[in-house]
């Protein structure tokens, strides 16, 4: 019995190693195979301070002093890889953390004098529980598995939250994140801190339980099979964390109470382990839980509350934009200028799109922009919203040079952009698209996630309250539940201006609003767009149909070749016999 209870062990060391790298590669979809340095960084730390002979610690720590000083060590060489991983992308992520596993390991082998080389740092003390100091495995699995469901609350707690949100928004499409105000780099970093600094917290259950901790513990197969672990539960879940750990660590063990000798007992686990993967990647590629996994009681009351929500909002009258008092809408310039763009330039070696680019849009207009292809529109937009650098130029917004400010703080400013190809976050549901645009959620920020629970509970409340009210304006309340990959077309049209819209931006700059719609869904979106303008929003959009931008612009600019050949009414650009020969090339 006590051979499974030390089996039980080590499952719940590894559901919380699985369920921390859950976070990084499931949640933030950032690949790394370190993670069984973090895990060794915990264990190292845990044995070094608390057996009080080794020269970088001579004094003996007490056992909750140890563990604190474990975790922070990890969390903070999270950093090591984070800082880097910021400039690469996946693929060199790999080999980044794949360099970061082995140093650490080498430096677990060679500093022989503080962590004793390859024979590992001897006696680390079992953990002294009031008075109490478990000695078997069967006495020292409660405390293993107190701290795995710790562990798992603190994890349900970040990934259930706006933090969690934002970090899968980020996975689905980091551009969009940034339109939408997200801190990519941020982000990123305070994942990696805390996903090691998780890892390390296991390796204190592991120093405390082995008592000896060495450099074969924390090898590159370690990572490896925490990967495994994840595949086989599911990504993107912290219950699939858990199933995949006890799975994966309890079922092949139990082919040693067969009799058929141990050499072939552990041949037999190694295939058992091979094709469990091969059979969950070749017939359930998501595992055994995936991302969309909830209990059935569970996602039956989430369907009741948002129904019962959705009926008061729409007993409470006809469907108006819910406003959120942002502070007072950005001051225009004294001639009604909300933004003005002077001169502004960009090259792409010898390619030049934008030439000398000047225009303004006025505050409560709609300003369209059109030229033919390849005109430099969207590059246009992309300077504007922070996404580029312009060579030279400025770009004002209510007087205020904005040109050198990223796309993360855009969206703060009260500038809001659509894209042409959407990019909604596809694995999310329509209510979670556009929760995760509403601003200024104090939940993104790890802290308060951990210490304010109740207050981000009651902001998650009125954030859905928020959100729904916006589906109901735009008439995708019926979808909210619905995730962003299975709507229609028009759908995803409606859903990508819901979510501009749950920015509460003064500027909205959409990026051909109208391409792919039915003449009903067409009619019904730029019905809501005059609605913005009513509502004192100032549009710029980029378009192709003559008759939406007749009906609808105030204010007409036309691009050709990186330069603006004419603004000015509609009216009068579209009789323009030279502009309108240069935009259908004939």
Not at 40 to 54: D, K, Q, S, V
Not at 164 to 175: K, N, P
């Amino acid at each position: 019995m006590e051979y499974v209870f030390h089996i039980l062990v080590f499952a719940c060391i590894f559901a919380i190693l699985t369920a921390s790298y859950n976070l990084l590669i499931g949640y933030t979809g950032l690949f790394s195979i370190a993670h069984a340095a973090f895990y060794g960084l915990g264990a190292y730390a845990m044995a070094l301070t608390t057996t009080g002979h080794n020269p970088l610690f001579p004094a003996v720590w007490p056992i909750w002093a140890g563990m604190l000083f474990a975790v922070a060590v990890s969390a903070a060489l999270g950093v090591v890889i984070a800082l880097p991983a910021l400039r690469v992308n996946s693929d060199y992520l790999v080999v980044l953390s794949f360099g970061f596993q082995m140093a650490v390991v080498g430096v677990f082998m060679n500093w022989i004098a503080v962590t004793g080389g390859e024979g590992g740092v001897t006696g680390v003390p079992r953990p002294n529980l009031f008075g109490w100091t478990p000695q078997t495995p069967g006495q020292f699995f409660p405390y293993a598995l107190a701290v795995a469901a710790a562990a798992f609350v603190v994890l349900w707690r970040v990934t259930a939250s706006p933090l969690g949100r934002t970090l899968r928004a980020i996975r689905e499409d980091q551009v969009a994140a940034a339109s939408l105000g997200k801190n990519i780099v941020r982000a990123k970093i305070v994942i990696f801190c805390f996903a090691g600094g998780i890892a390390g917290l296991a390796g204190t259950v592991f120093a405390h339980y082995v008592r000896v901790v060495d450099p074969s513990s924390f090898q590159l197969p370690v990572s490896i099979e925490i990967l495994a672990m994840l595949i086989l539960g599911g990504t993107g879940n912290v219950p699939g964390s858990l199933l995949g750990a006890f799975t994966l660590t309890v079922l092949p063990e139990a082919l040693r109470f067969l009799d058929i000798g141990e050499s072939v007992a552990e041949q037999l686990r190694q295939i058992a382990f091979g094709l469990m993967l091969i059979l969950i990647l070749r017939f359930r590629p998501q595992g055994l839980l995936p991302e969309t996994w909830m209990p059935r009681w569970w996602r039956l009351r989430r369907e009741r509350e948002v129904r019962a929500e959705t009926a008061k909002l729409k007993a409470a009258g006809p469907a108006r934009l819910p406003g959120r008092g942002r502070g007072g809408p950005i001051r225009p310039e004294p001639d009604g200028t909300l933004m003005r763009v002077d001169g502004v330039s960009k090259s792409f070696g010898g390619i030049q799109a934008l030439r000398g680019f000047s225009t303004t849009l006025p505050a409560g207009r709609v300003t369209s922009l059109i030229g033919p292809n390849g005109a430099g529109k969207t590059t246009a937009f992309n300077l504007i919203t922070g996404f580029l650098g312009a060579d030279s130029g400025t770009v004002r917004l209510g007087g205020t040079d904005i040109g050198r400010l990223p796309a993360h703080r855009m969206a703060a400013l009260g500038v809001a952009r659509s894209f042409q190809n959407l990019r909604l976050f596809a694995k999310l549901t329509v209510l979670d698209n556009v929760r995760v645009a509403i601003p200024g959620q104090r939940g993104e920020r790890l802290w308060y996630t951990l210490f304010r629970p109740l207050a981000t509970q009651a902001e998650e409340r009125r954030t859905i309250l928020q959100a729904l009210a916006i589906l109901v304006y735009v008439g995708l309340d019926g979808k909210a539940l619905v995730l962003a990959e299975d709507l229609s077309y028009a759908e995803e049209k409606l859903l990508a201006l819901a979510r501009l819209l749950a920015l509460d931006a003064e500027l909205l700059l959409l990026d051909e609003p109208g391409s792919g719609l039915d003449p009903a869904s067409l009619e019904a979106m730029f019905r809501m767009i005059r609605a913005l303008v009513a509502d004192g929003k100032t549009v710029c959009i980029i378009e192709h149909n003559l008759d939406v931008i007749r009906d609808l612009s105030d204010k007409v600019v036309f691009l050709d070749e990186g330069r603006v050949l004419a603004e000015g009414p509609p009216g009068e650009i579209l009789r323009n016999r030279e502009l309108v020969e240069r935009y259908f090339g004939t």
